[in-house]
């Protein structure tokens, strides 16, 4: 990822949230800008051009400020809950040739073994990389991995440049024996068993129940008005 979106921004000097919703309904998005000893720069970002930047984790930005460029990561991004909306974005001011440390997604590739299940135990691992070349994704290979494999973080080859921070003893693929419908149900019914929990008889068998216990009671009525 080496090359970097260019957004242009406005410097801002209102704030506080009524000056934020205002560049919200401009279309815009309020952010700030900081890092390498110097002042934070409170700026206004195109809402559109960032919003479609931002879908990349990672990605690198030139911030072009009054004519100045400056390259920066998104620290930290702030989404509205429910609408597609930016609210408000940390950018963090990083130089070429620096390194930095982030988080890269764990993408899974191939298919292990029959009968076998691959559990994801990390989802991301962190990385230290040059700012101007963050891989996308770190791809780990689970093509016939059998049963009881486990991939730990130190084992998996990362992209050219990155260096692993993840503790390297930590696991990131299980791959476990899938588990068959029959032992699964023996596996819940001995669960139920001991927590003590009763299922109702389906319907027929209920009908079935009450129809001995009838033909019971008349029986036991028959032999009374015999004797």
């Known amino acids: 990822m080496s090359d970097a979106t260019k957004l242009v921004a406005e410097k801002r000097t209102d704030f506080g949230k009524g000056a934020a919703r205002k560049i919200r309904r401009a279309g815009n998005i309020p952010a700030v800008m900081y890092g390498h000893g110097t002042a934070p720069v409170h700026i206004s970002l195109p809402g559109h051009d960032t919003f479609q930047a931002l879908k990349h984790t990672n990605a690198l930005l030139t911030i072009v400020v009054d004519?100045?460029?400056?390259l920066a990561l998104a620290k930290d991004v702030q989404r509205d809950p429910i609408k597609p909306i930016i609210e408000h974005v940390d950018l963090v001011v990083v130089r070429k040739g620096e390194k930095v440390t982030?988080?890269?997604?764990?993408h899974l590739e191939g298919e292990a073994?029959?009968?076998t299940v691959v559990t994801l135990d990390h989802n991301t691992l962190q990385l230290e990389a040059l700012a101007t070349n963050i891989p996308e994704q770190v791809?780990?290979?689970v093509e016939g991995l059998k049963a009881g494999?486990?991939?730990l973080a130190g084992s998996i080859e990362l992209?050219?440049?990155?260096t692993l921070v993840t503790d390297p003893e930590?696991?990131?693929?299980?791959?476990t024996q899938a588990i068959s419908e029959e032992a699964l149900e023996a596996e819940l019914a001995e669960a139920e068993a001991e927590a003590g929990i009763e299922h109702e008889a389906p319907a027929e068998e209920?009908?079935?129940a009450e129809g001995e216990a009838a033909e019971g009671d008349t029986a036991e009525s028959t032999e009374s008005t015999e004797s």
């Not at 982030?102 to 764990?106: E, I, L, M, R």
């Not at 992209?159 to 990155?162: T, V």
Request: hydrophobic residues 45%; proline residues 6%.
């Open 102 to 106: 982030v988080d890269v997604s764990v």
């Open 206 to 208: 209920a009908e079935a």
């Open 67 to 70: 004519g100045d460029e400056q």
């Open 159 to 162: 992209p050219e440049g990155s």
């Open 139 to 141: 791809v780990v290979s």
């Open 149 to 151: 494999t486990q991939v």
């Open 170 to 175: 930590a696991l990131v693929v299980n791959v």
């Open 113 to 115: 073994a029959p009968e």
